[in-house]
């Protein structure tokens, strides 16, 4: 799958995203997961602010 992100990012339309990963914490048990997700970069601070 890396190979896909890669490649799809080396277009001129590629490099209006970002890969933003978050630390998202369990309310159940306190365990910190990762969430990852391909955005526009002008929407990278509202990912980041949305719970």
Known sequence: MAKKVVATLK??????????????RSP?????SFREE???VD???????RK
């Open 11 to 24: 277009t001129a339309t590629g490099k209006d995203w970002a890969k933003v990963i978050k630390a998202v």
């Open 28 to 32: 159940k048990t306190g365990a910190y």
């Open 38 to 40: 391909m955005v526009p």
């Open 43 to 49: 929407k990278v601070q509202e990912f980041l602010a």
